[in-house]
């Protein structure tokens, strides 16, 4: 009879110990999980998922006109330049990073790992183009557009 009390204390402790574990994997998932949204959004103003609709045409004509006077002399859509090439950007980046990059460059530089690893390859630091959340808003409009196919880009 003290043999079988014995193995049913063992028992009970190795489902306490699972339990524990489970429990503690649980709460990591989840942790992670919370934590991947602010990574992917990158550090900046955009903290919150941006609802994208089909591209908008005047939207990204704006965007367009931002995008020649304060961005091509660093960036193309086919080819590298000074900084990366644009092209499938909106497919490779959520649009609240794309945008957090635009209007934070120097601290996304400093804290964001992709924004880190695309500056270690360049080298060259993106400076702020004095642009308002709105006008970045406007570029990735504007990316999103050359993206599609439904312009083609300014370079």
Known sequence: MKGLKD???AIKLRIKSITV??????ISVLVLNGCGK????GVGPVKEEI???PVDAALYTKGEQIFVSKCVACHKFGSRLVGP???DVTKRRRPEWIMNQILNPLEMTQKDKVSKELFAQYLVQMTFQDVSQ???RALLEYMRAVDEGKVTPKE
Do not use: H, N, P
């Open 38 to 41: 602010s990574e992917e959004f």
């Open 51 to 53: 609802k994208l609709a």
């Open 85 to 87: 090439q644009l092209k």
């Open 134 to 136: 709105d006008d970045a």
């Open 7 to 9: 193995k049913m204390k």
């Open 21 to 26: 574990i489970v429990l503690t994997l649980a």
